[in-house]
């Protein structure tokens, strides 16, 4: 018998896992949040969900970075300038390098569940083999089956995935980290970077990394 989700398109895809209308919030938030420098304290609060971080809590830089799992922009950052901030200055301790998410569309929120929903410790694996296979799952015409083949090959089983997305607490967390960052600190694209609070839009290519960190070491 054939898979009854073979024709599943973007909007039976929020049907069927249950994640609704993302809360953009964007254009409610005060103009003092336009500010191209937030208030670091304020920006390192903890959120609505456990931060994924990298590097050492006491390093002298901390980059906080804001993506889209459909954001080829940043995938395509993930790819060609990530490995370069890793090796350079979060392994270096140098960096204290957060992750946070702000998913522009369902199906992105729903692959960071998955990572969230991913053994404890496993969750930047997973968020990298998102990017880097991004295209198989995230521009077609059927993003559940699509999404479902990728999370059985890291593990997951067709209980767990639907599981794991129909979590409503988790998505209401990750909506919760989006809404900040859009009414508290300005973020409205991504991928969006804070260098000790300094907001920079758009990829950063490792010229750009060096140089913003480089201020501030």
Request: glycine share 8%; hydrophobic share 40%; aromatic share 10%.
């Amino acid at each position: 018998m054939g898979n009854p989700h073979v024709t599943l398109d973007r909007r039976q895809f929020v049907t069927r896992t249950g994640i609704g209308a993302l809360a953009i919030g964007l254009g409610a938030f005060p103009l003092s949040a336009l500010a191209e420098t937030v208030d670091v304290a304020e920006l390192m609060k903890p959120g609505a969900l456990p931060e994924n971080a990298l590097g050492a809590e006491d390093a002298p830089v901390t980059v906080v970075e804001y993506a889209s799992m459909t954001c080829g922009h940043c995938a395509n950052f993930h790819k060609d300038a990530f490995p370069h901030l890793k090796k350079e200055y979060i392994d270096t301790g140098k960096v204290r390098y957060v992750f946070r998410e702000f998913p522009l569309d369902p199906v992105a929120a729903a692959a960071f569940m998955l990572a969230r929903c991913a053994p404890e410790g496993k969750y930047f694996d997973v968020v990298d083999l998102l990017f880097e296979d991004q295209r198989a799952w995230a521009f077609t015409d059927n993003p559940y089956n699509s999404l479902l083949n990728f999370a059985k090959q890291i593990g997951f089983t067709q209980e767990s995935f639907d599981a794991c997305l129909k979590d409503q607490t988790l998505l209401d967390g990750i909506n919760g980290i989006k809404d900040r960052a859009a009414q508290e600190f300005g973020v409205s694209s991504t991928p969006t970077f804070f260098f000790n609070g300094k907001k920079e839009s758009g990829a950063q290519s490792i010229e750009q990394l060096d140089t913003a960190i480089g201020k501030l070491l």
